[in-house]
């Protein structure tokens, strides 16, 4: 598995996040990436306050300002993954 998106990582780092769950692409269809993100959207709102989310190559990778938040996302995942 590759590492995290380089710029991802730097531009989450600047913003104060960095606590990272990461999702791998492969195995999940369109269905389950839309279900997956509205629920990571009702917890947590809109990207830009309490995460962001940037594509990598193998994972989809959300960074959070807080580590309680990034706890709660792996746990709403993880029926999921």
């Known amino acids: 598995m590759k ?3 380089k710029i991802g990582i730097l531009a989450a780092r600047e ?3 960095t606590h990272i ?3 791998p692409w492969k ?3 369109k269905f389950w990436w839309n279900e997956a993100c509205a629920d ?5 709102g809109l990207p ?3 995460f962001t989310s940037h594509p990598s ?3 989809m990778d959300f ?6 938040d990034a706890e709660l996302c792996k746990i709403l995942l993880s029926e999921r993954i």
């Open 57 to 59: 190559e193998d994972n």
């Open 21 to 23: 769950v990461s999702i």
């Open 48 to 50: 830009g306050d309490r």
């Open 27 to 29: 195995g999940q269809d």
């Open 3 to 5: 590492s995290h998106s």
């Open 63 to 68: 960074y959070f300002k807080s580590e309680k």
């Open 15 to 17: 913003e104060g996040r």
């Open 40 to 44: 990571v959207l009702e917890v947590f």
